[in-house]
């Protein structure tokens, strides 16, 4: 039997791939997989148990144990409402330090390798969209179309910025852009799944690109290889 198609888009911190994962679900009718959230949502968790981040055979437990829920919204701006433990969580994970706590549990093979199988479950008829930094190099090698999405780190931290801002959170542009080079650096230099593109990805650079753009170029490469 034929596996559902998989559509990886990977890259770093504030690229844009939640944008571009919702607007090729749109136009599929593909699931979804931020498998970003899931590092976050253990980070979290693991935080809320009193665990220290470091400790990986705890955390490895958190992630095997996760509570979560994904409750579709209208919303395009959070197309999911994650609930963790019965608690909403969506606006809690998507802060700075959510983020930097999601790049130091995902440098833990005992983590990732928990969160595996619940990853390739995402996999369904009629398709995937799957949203993160090692879709296409480790979890879906066999992904039909690999997209590697990137951009400057000062335009990532401006995105960033006015995403959180939207979302009335206090935060600083400067620390944003230290916290995200410094992501860049761990999540590319981990020994597991390091975020790099893979061999067969097409890479995009969107720094200089309308979001329009940008989903066009994307659109242009999927729309080849799916219908």
Known sequence: MTEPVVIA?????????????????QRTGFHVLDSGALYRLTGLAARL???????????????????????????????????????????????????????????LPMVRAALGDRQQAFRQ??????????????????????????????????????????KDMDVSLPALLESIQARDTLDSNRAVAPLKPAEDAVVIDSSGMPLEAVHEAIWAVVSKVVT
Request: net charge negative; glycine share 10%; no cysteine.
């Open 49 to 107: 148990d009193g665990i220290e981040l470091s400790d990986a055979p705890a955390v490895a437990a958190v992630a095997r144990g996760l509570a979560v829920q994904f409750i579709p919204t209208q919303s395009g701006n959070e197309p999911f409402e994650i609930m963790l433990r019965g608690v909403a969580v969506t606006d809690s994970i998507r802060t700075d330090q959510a983020g930097v706590d999601a790049s130091t549990v995902a440098a």
């Open 9 to 25: 888009i990977d890259g770093p911190s504030g690229a844009g791939k939640g944008a571009v994962t919702q607007h090729l679900a």
């Open 125 to 166: 008829a009629p398709g995937l969209i799957a949203d993160g930094r090692d879709m296409g190099t480790v979890v879906f090698k066999d992904a039909l179309v690999k997209i590697f999405l990137t951009a400057s780190p000062e335009i990532r931290a401006e995105r960033r910025y006015n995403q959180l801002k939207n």
